[in-house]
């Protein structure tokens, strides 16, 4: 018995099958009348055809020429590959479209050329595709860009879950580059995990946080560039380097360097002129005395250092800091519903501070809902300790000035009272 399936008798009514993978990895970025060209040479030779590449511009309405451009082109990217009859005439050949299956696996594979001794880096892909979490995360990036993802992305992708990227955290920068960064090329997307993962960012959470504090930092950027007739736009790497020692080495306050800027209304160089102020101020706090940015700001106590009153603050810190991870500890472990409480209440607060960031009404009321659960969190939390026997504030930093909370330095700026009151601490 036989198995027979009838095809058309006419060679035009039956079907020329393109892989799915030109489709998607090599239609999108092609010249229109290049996939013409390929297109229709495909569908010429899976019946053997015998056509000059003359009869094929044509046959298509296009220019000789960019039939040429077009094998070229394909050949460059290993679809097609051009076979001289005769070697020394260079202007005839024959088109050979090459299997892309073998070009599937190796997209699929980090280094195809260099294959790991427990299997390839495609290897490695295809095994992680069995995990369910995987498998969502690329469906949800295409979700996210429209489309499917091209081969040479997913080997990005692969790349970076063999680097430990979790899929969490993949997925929340693509949706970070889509909504801040308007751009989800995968090679961008990548970069921006391995940065992050050099800061010490592993996971979505880490991400969100680092985020947060990034979007923070050029808000500073961009308050200290206005305070100098700048515009942000125009910021260097160089000017970021000097803010940053500013706000992180010397601990100065937002609030006084804008001060410090105030002071150099009408000055030729503004920045030169700010920056010798607050040089001249940290000089100054470091040496032993507590000098003022703009006549009065005020500065932050700083730790180390010879100064030994700067060294009393950084203890009592320290002290408090420990007795309250102390105190938090023993609570954990007498109090598990503390702890997970505790937990909880930090998540929402994450999700309240993502809320605030999307700026949008549903942004808004979602924050207010947030707001609501936290508290009613941090009642339970209080009601837990309270019938446990201990403080609502127990595991709380306990500093020995609430005032200035140990620094020497009050919010509003100036001395706290609390430093001329350290007479035996000179």
Same mark, same amino acid.
């Given at each position: 018995m036989s198995y027979i399936i009838e095809?058309?008798?006419n060679y035009y009514l039956n079907d020329t099958q393109v892989p799915n993978w030109f489709i998607a990895e090599y239609l999108p970025g092609a010249p229109g009348d290049y996939v013409k060209v390929y297109l229709y040479a495909f569908m010429r030779a899976?019946?053997?055809?015998?056509?000059? !590449?003359?009869?094929?511009?044509?046959?298509?309405? /296009?220019?000789?020429?960019?039939?040429?451009? $077009?094998?070229?082109?394909?050949?460059?990217?290993?679809?097609?590959?051009?076979?001289?009859?005769?070697?020394?005439d260079a202007t005839h050949y024959d088109v050979i479209f090459t299997d892309m299956k073998p070009r599937f696996g190796a997209a699929c594979s980090a280094d195809a050329a260099e294959p790991e001794s427990e299997g390839g880096s495609g290897e490695k892909l295809r095994s992680a595709l069995d995990d369910e979490e995987v498998r969502d995360m690329f469906r949800d990036i295409e979700r996210?860009?429209?489309?499917?993802?091209?081969?040479a992305d997913i080997a990005r992708l692969g790349s970076l879950l063999d680097e430990g990227?979790?899929? $969490?955290?993949?997925?929340?920068?693509?949706?970070?580059?889509?909504?801040?960064r308007r751009n989800t090329r995968a090679a961008?997307?990548?970069?921006? @995990?391995?940065?992050?993962?050099?800061?010490? @960012?592993?996971?979505?959470?880490?991400?969100?946080?680092? /985020?947060?504090?990034?979007?923070?930092? #050029?808000?500073?950027?961009?308050?200290? %560039?206005?305070?100098?007739?700048?515009?942000?736009?125009?910021?260097?790497?160089?000017?970021?380097q000097v803010f940053d020692r500013w706000l992180d080495e010397f601990a100065f306050t937002t609030?006084?360097?804008?001060?410090?800027?105030?002071?150099?209304?009408?000055?030729? !160089?503004?920045?030169?002129?700010?920056?010798?102020?607050?040089?001249?101020?940290?000089?100054? %706090?470091?040496?032993?005395?507590?000098?003022?940015?703009?006549?009065?700001?005020?500065?932050?106590a700083r730790k180390g250092g010879a100064n030994p009153r700067e060294k009393y603050y950084a203890d009592a810190r320290a002290h408090a800091e420990a007795e309250a991870e102390s105190h938090r500890r023993e609570v954990y472990g007498r109090l598990p519903e503390v702890e997970r409480l505790d937990k909880d209440i930090a998540?929402? !607060?994450?999700?309240?501070?993502?809320?605030? #960031?999307?700026?949008?009404?549903?942004?808004?009321?979602?924050?207010?809902?947030?707001?609501?659960?936290?508290?009613?969190?941090?009642?339970?939390?209080?009601?837990? #300790?309270?019938?446990?026997?201990? $403080?609502?504030?127990? %595991?709380?930093?306990?500093?020995?000035?609430?005032i200035c909370r140990d620094t020497g330095i009050k919010d509003g700026g100036g001395a706290c009272g609390c430093f001329g009151n350290l007479q035996t601490v000179d």
């Open positions: 095809s058309p008798s899976a019946r053997r055809d015998v056509a000059s !590449n003359e009869s094929l511009a044509r046959a298509l309405g /296009v220019a000789l020429e960019d039939v040429l451009a $077009a094998w070229t082109y394909f050949e460059g990217r290993g679809l097609v590959r051009k076979h001289y009859p005769d070697a020394s996210l860009l429209g489309g499917a993802l091209a081969g990227a979790s899929p $969490a955290l993949i997925l929340f920068a693509y949706r970070y580059c889509a909504e801040r961008y997307v990548a970069e921006v @995990v391995r940065r992050w993962s050099e800061a010490g @960012v592993r996971t979505a959470e880490d991400a969100e946080a680092h /985020v947060l504090g990034a979007d923070v930092r #050029m808000d500073q950027y961009r308050q200290i %560039m206005k305070a100098l007739g700048l515009h942000i736009s125009s910021i260097t790497d160089a000017e970021k609030d006084e360097i804008l001060a410090a800027a105030g002071k150099a209304a009408g000055k030729r !160089n503004k920045f030169d002129y700010v920056k010798k102020i607050l040089e001249s101020d940290y000089e100054a %706090m470091t040496s032993g005395g507590l000098a003022s940015v703009a006549g009065g700001s005020g500065g932050v998540r929402l !607060n994450r999700e309240s501070v993502s809320a605030i #960031m999307s700026r949008s009404d549903g942004g808004r009321s979602e924050s207010a809902r947030l707001a609501a659960e936290i508290e009613k969190k941090l009642a339970a939390k209080a009601e837990a #300790m309270t019938r446990a026997g201990y $403080a609502a504030d127990y %595991m709380e930093i306990k500093y020995r000035c609430p």
